[in-house]
Each structure stands twice: as structure tokens, then as C-alpha cells.
């Protein structure tokens, strides 16, 4: 049986109250239409604690209820520490210390810099490069897309081929995690604009033109890359995972004070959706909070971890497209409309439903087989 | 099945989309349809495409103009829309209820692309419109698509339908979920009007939205043939773990159902006497699930506006909200099935 650790309904009211206080129309609006970084909203989420990685369910509550309401705007805030489980995991202590320390005190932002234009789902597929220099370093070339924080992080953890595979098979060998900082000459990040939601978050493609990577930014292994960022995103998908069980409780709030708004009993077709909505929103965070008590125990199961992560998403936007549905017009401007917009991505970043239903067919078939 | 003429129209009408509506795509939703386009719509009859010839428009039948408005809403739902708005919410209203007077003077400058029209109605509650006449047109209203249109059909709160010529202030514009390119707004009137309707305005409004079922579904087909088509297109040429997308069963299934489906949709659109709310349903129904589907298959790249999908996800949420939603569909759908005490519980 799951329950959730104790103290942490608390959590979730002081977060519910901080993005309700912070995350007003007006603010929303603004980040939504400027397509802006938030920095300001970056500070007070961290001076207000909840940037705290020694307490990642602290961190995954205040995600799923900062997405609620805005999900740009929490997300901004709380992906400035993008990547830091990489370091955690597989980082030397003169890395800890001087890329995540900073981080953690929130005075810097990091980033992950993995998909490229030629290789999305396909993370094998990176064609970025890590060359030997002679002076025992690296030199970076190559080009990294859709990267979160990509014009604002002061650091990378960027994934690139250090070594050519030995077969296509063994595509996944001979990658390499390195940590590159943004200021580098011949990084050259360019912001990208018009998504379609999560519009306060940073996103850019950025091109490595001959950047000197010293040898020491090299993290872990040389050639356990791929290894290395499959962990991390076996954790991080947990946290797409709350921010769709945040963006769909978000949208049944939307739509509860709609019908409580109504003169007479909505009629029982409009009850339903709310209903069905609320079901599959609970079954999607219980779903979600069981995964995340196994990873934050050190005990992963990456079939459930994709599980939460694939049906929270589909949750999310089935209850958005329903939600848009049945309210009309007057859900066509306003929170509830920016709420549907900034759904679809959870379908998408982080591995898409497609490769979440991968990774739980390859572990359930690999358990049967054992 | 589509008859000669309306195979001819589909060419004319694709041919303009492609030289001179594709160029434009990203600018239409960006800053809105630039004059030069209206322009060019209303040279080739699309703005009066439901107006009488003898008021200068191109007199098209229901099937031909929902022919136009879905090869239309492919390229851009926005400009789509726009058509939509001053035919089948402006000129069909004064083609049916207003008088020979106002008739002659309005539709051909609408026609021409010289003005432009729009609706101001209250059917969902959800505009919130307080709006009087005592010999002036007085009050605000919410979302006006269109708010700086010269042409005013206004439905007023003691059941009157009016026309106000000339433009209302304009107190707040604001972008919607979809047809950006439009845009939307709430306005304040103060001015004298023409009386179209003196009394059960309402009713008025719901019969221009029943009219509006069919060419609503076609916009719908349209907007689900183009994410299909672009899904099918990025599935060819994207490759992953070193296949083609469409090598993919999953991603091959995703476009080949829609496919299917808007195949089966658009035979019964064009069958002899299709039921237009039934289309309406339907074809929302699937512009939704396909233009999620279509992002989904070009993943990141679906996400930003450059290559369009996104705009037929926002789109297609639009297009089911604006002229009627869910409920209401459902429950007229239930009523012709099951009589007047259906559905209301």
C-alpha cells in the first residue's frame, strides 16, 4: 500500500497558496504572451524553499501545485536546477562543488543539452562530437535543439559522441556526458519562440562551434553517457509525470467553479465529465506518487515511472480537450485555454508516450523472461 | 462525391490557397490577414460567396461553399474563419431578414472586401452582452469576432436583431485559443441602428447557428485533412533508429485511422443529403484527435508554429467552441433522435 510521508499536505498548501499569490492572470499573461524567462518568479520560488533537491518529494508537490496554475511559470522556476540528478549521481566532488553548489544556493541555472535536430526519441542517435585534444580536453562540435533553459543556464550537461560505435546496434556506446558552460566561446544558444504552450520556459537550439571542454568537465565515465542520461531520465519523467496530474487538476478546478457558477443542476453529461475527470486524475497521481516513492528510495521501477508519466499525459489532455469541449466560449480565453495549450507537451518532452509505452513493454517482457 | 463544378471550384480555390495563402500562413496568425489577401479573396467571390449575384456576390450553393471554406481552413482556419464570419454570421442573416434597403447597401460592400461584418450574439450566456435599443444602440458586449468590423449584427437583451454600421469602441482585444488571425474583442455600442428584427432575435441567432452546422463541419474536415496530410508527409521524410517514421506501427496506424475516418466523413459531407449536425460532431471530433496525432508524429517540432500543426490543435478547439459546443450539439443531435424531452436531465 502507498501513502504519501507525512508533512507533506503541508507542503502542498503552502505551494498551492505561493502560486495562487504569485502566478495571478496578469503575470500569467505576461510570461504567456512575451515568451519571457521568469527570473523574478525563479527567486521567490528558491528564497520561498521549495528548490530544495535534498527533498525531491517537497520538490515534486510544489511541481504538481504550482502547475495547477501555471504551469510555465512553476516549471521555469523549479527546471532551473534542470539536470542537477546527473551530478548527484555520477559527478566528482569538484563538480558538485562548483556547478551544483551555486545551483542549489540558486544562484546559477543549469540545463541538459540532449535532443539534436536529427535525433529526438532517438537518443542514441546524437551526432554532437567530443573530440581529444592534445592537451587532454575535449573539443565540442556539433548542435543540441529544444534545449529547456538553453539562452539562461549557465551550465549544460550536455551528451555527445566520444567514441564511434562499434556497431549500429551498439549505437549507445561510446557517448559521453560533459558539463559546457553557456559563456564558452563558440557556444552559440538562439532562443526559440512560438510554442504552443509552456511559453515562459526557455527553450532554444544552441550550436557548439569548436568549444574547449577541459578535461576535468568530463562526468563520470568516458563512454557511459547514454547510461548515464537514461537514469536521469528514468527520474525526471517522474516529474512530467506531476506536471500533468497538476496541469489536469488544474483543469477540473477550471471546470468545478464553471459548474458551480451554472443557475439551475448542470444537466448529468456535464456532472459526468467532472467526474470522470476527477477519477482519472486520482488514479494518474496515485500512479504517480507510487513510482516517485520507489526512485526517491533509490529503488526505481522504470516501467512505472513511464507508466506515470505516459497516463498522467494522456489524462491531462483528454480532460483538457474535454474540459474546451463542454465550457465553449467562455473557455477560450483565460486560464483554462492556456492550461489545454500547455498539456500537449507533457505528451512529448522528457520521451514521448510512444517511447514510455516502449520502455514498459521492454520491462514488463524483460521481467517475464526472468 | 463532388460534382464538376465543384471539382472545378476545389482547383480554383486550392490554386489561390497555394499561391497566395500559404506565404502568408505564419504572418496571418501572427498580425492578422494583411488587406492585400482580403482583397484577393473578395476578387475571386470567396467574401460574398453566399450573397445573391445581383448584390455582387457569387451566390454559391451549401456544398460549393463548404468546398471552399474546407480546401480554405487547410491552409489557414484563420482566414477560413474569416469567410465563415461574413457569410454564414453576416450576409445570410440580411439576405433573410433584413430589408431590401439595408440589404443592397450592406452586402455589396461586404462582398467587395470594402467592409467587413460580424455577429454579436448571446446564445451561450457566455458573452454576457448587455445591449438595449430605444432608437440608439447602447451597451458592450464580450467576445466580437472581428470588434473593429464596420458591420454590426448585434442581438440586443430585449430580443431584437440589429444592425449598427459603423464600429463600436473597441475596450479590450485579446487572443483566443485559435484564428489568431482574427481576433476577438469585447465593445462598447452607442449608435444609431437599423432594425433587422424587432422581436425573437433569439431565435434568429439559433437558426444562423443551425445553418452554421455544415460549413462548421467542413472547416473541421479541413483542418483534419491538413494534419493528416502533414503526418503522413513528416512520416516519410523524418527517420528514427534509423527507420522512417512511417516504418512505425504506431505511427502508421495513428494516420492511417484518421485517414479513414476523414475519408468516410468527407463522403458523407458531400452525400445527397447529409445530416448537418451529425457532420458537425464528427468532424470536430476528429480535427481534434487528428491535429493531436499530427503533433505527436512530428514531435518537437510540431510544438512551435513554424510548421503549422500547432495552429490546428489550437484551432480545432476553437472551431468547437465558437459556433456551439459539445452540449449543445449533442443535446440538438439527441432531440432529432429522441424528441424535445431528450437530454434534459
Not at chain 2, 489577401?37 to 445573391?52: D, H, K, Q, S, T
Not at chain 2, 470588434?147 to 454590426?152: G, L, Q, S, Y
Not at chain 2, 474583442?185 to 428584427?197: E, P
Request: glycine content about 8%; charged content about 25%; proline content about 4%.
Amino acid at each position: 500500500m502507498f501513502s504519501l510521508p507525512e508533512g507533506y499536505e503541508e507542503v502542498r498548501a503552502r505551494a498551492r497558496d505561493f502560486a495562487i499569490r504569485e502566478f495571478s492572470e496578469d503575470v500569467s499573461r505576461k510570461y504567456d504572451e512575451s515568451e519571457e524567462y521568469p527570473d523574478e518568479i525563479r527567486r521567490k520560488v528558491f528564497s520561498a524553499g521549495f528548490l530544495d533537491m535534498s527533498d525531491p518529494w517537497k520538490v515534486l508537490i510544489a511541481m504538481e501545485e504550482f502547475c495547477r496554475v501555471d504551469p510555465g511559470l512553476g516549471l521555469s522556476a523549479i527546471a532551473s536546477m534542470f539536470g542537477s540528478e546527473i551530478l548527484m549521481l555520477f559527478g566528482s566532488d569538484e563538480q558538485k562543488e562548483r556547478y551544483l553548489a551555486p545551483v542549489f544556493r540558486g544562484e546559477k541555472i543549469s540545463g541538459i543539452a540532449v535532443t539534436e535536430p536529427g535525433a529526438g526519441s532517438d537518443v542514441a542517435g546524437v551526432k554532437s562530437t567530443l573530440e581529444r585534444a592534445p592537451d587532454g580536453g575535449y573539443v565540442l562540435n556539433g548542435e543540441k535543439m529544444f534545449i529547456t533553459n538553453g539562452t539562461v543556464a549557465d551550465h549544460y550537461y550536455l551528451l555527445a559522441r566520444t567514441s564511434p560505435p562499434e556497431s549500429p546496434e551498439k549505437r549507445h556506446h561510446g557517448l559521453s556526458v560533459a558539463i559546457v558552460e553557456r559563456r564558452w566561446p563558440g557556444v552559440i544558444p538562439t532562443k526559440l519562440k512560438g510554442k504552443l504552450g509552456m511559453r515562459a520556459t526557455d527553450t532554444a537550439e544552441i550550436k557548439f562551434e569548436g568549444v574547449r571542454v577541459p578535461r576535468e568537465n568530463l562526468v563520470g565515465e568516458e563512454g557511459k553517457g547514454f547510461y548515464y542520461i537514461m537514469t536521469f531520465f528514468n527520474i525526471s519523467r517522474i516529474y512530467v509525470a506531476a506536471q500533468a496530474v497538476g496541469v489536469a487538476q488544474g483543469i477540473l478546478d477550471i471546470y468545478a467553479d464553471y459548474l458551480s457558477r451554472s443557475p439551475s443542476p448542470p444537466p448529468e453529461g456535464s456532472q459526468f465529465v467532472l467526474a470522470e475527470g476527477a477519477a482519472k486524475v486520482e488514479a494518474a497521481r496515485l500512479l504517480t506518487y507510487r513510482a516517485a516513492s520507489l526512485i526517491f528510495q533509490f529503488n526505481p521501477d522504470p516501467a512505472l515511472t513511464s507508466m506515470a508519466k505516459y497516463y498522467a499525459a494522456e489524462v491531462a489532455n483528454e480532460v483538457a480537450q474535454r474540459a474546451m469541449s463542454v465550457i465553449g466560449e467562455d473557455g477560450l480565453s483565460g486560464r483554462l485555454e492556456k492550461l489545454y495549450r500547455d498539456a500537449k507537451i507533457t505528451e512529448i518532452w522528457e520521451g514521448t508516450s510512444e517511447v514510455e509505452k516502449l520502455v514498459i513493454y521492454r520491462q514488463l517482457s524483460r521481467r517475464r523472461s526472468s | 462525391m463532388l460534382r464538376d463544378e465543384e471539382l472545378l471550384l476545389k482547383r480554383v480555390v486550392t490554386e489561390f490557397c497555394e499561391s497566395e495563402v500559404e506565404r502568408e500562413r505564419l504572418r496571418i496568425e501572427r498580425e492578422g490577414i494583411p488587406d492585400s489577401l482580403i482583397r484577393g479573396v473578395a476578387e475571386n467571390g470567396f467574401l460574398g460567396a453566399l450573397a445573391p449575384q445581383e448584390l455582387g456576390g457569387s451566390g454559391l450553393d451549401a456544398r460549393s461553399y463548404a468546398v471552399l471554406l474546407q480546401v480554405m481552413s487547410k491552409y489557414s482556419s484563420s482566414l477560413a474563419y474569416y469567410v465563415f464570419v461574413q457569410n454564414s454570421l453576416v450576409i445570410a442573416p440580411l439576405v433573410r431578414f433584413a430589408s431590401d434597403e439595408v440589404r443592397r447597401r450592406v452586402i455589396p460592400e461586404i462582398a467587395s472586401g470594402n467592409s467587413r461584418g460580424t455577429l454579436v450574439q448571446d446564445l451561450f450566456r457566455s458573452s454576457k452582452n448587455e445591449l438595449s435599443y430605444d432608437g440608439r444602440l447602447r451597451g458592450t458586449a464580450g467576445m466580437v469576432p472581428l470588434p473593429r468590423a464596420e458591420h454590426h449584427l448585434v442581438m440586443t437583451t430585449g430580443g431584437g436583431f440589429l444592425l449598427l454600421s459603423g464600429p463600436g469602441e473597441v475596450l479590450e482585444e485579446r487572443a483566443i485559443t485559435g484564428f489568431r488571425g482574427v481576433g476577438f474583442g469585447a465593445v462598447r455600442y452607442d449608435g444609431d441602428a437599423a432594425v433587422v428584427l424587432e422581436e425573437r432575435a433569439s431565435d434568429a441567432v439559433a437558426g444562423i447557428m443551425d445553418d452554421a452546422s455544415y460549413p462548421v463541419a467542413a472547416m473541421a474536415l479541413g483542418i483534419a485533412e491538413r494534419a493528416v496530410e502533414m503526418a503522413a508527409q513528416y512520416s516519410r521524410d523524418r527517420e528514427a533508429f534509423g527507420s522512417k517514421l512511417m516504418e512505425f506501427q504506431p505511427v502508421a496506424f495513428y494516420i492511417a485511422e484518421a485517414h479513414a475516418q476523414l475519408r468516410v466523413l468527407e463522403e458523407y459531407i458531400y452525400s445527397e443529403s447529409p445530416d448537418p449536425l451529425i457532420a458537425k460532431t464528427l468532424s470536430l471530433d476528429l480535427a481534434r484527435r487528428a491535429s493531436r496525432a499530427s503533433i505527436q508524429v512530428h514531435g518537437g517540432y510540431g510544438y512551435f508554429e513554424d510548421l503549422g500543426v500547432e495552429r490546428l490543435y489550437r484551432d480545432s478547439a476553437a472551431l468547437s467552441s465558437i459556433a456551439g459546443n459539445y452540449l449543445s450539439d449533442m443535446t440538438g443531435l439527441s432531440r432529432k433522435l429522441l424528441g424535445d424531452s431528450a437530454a434534459r436531465i
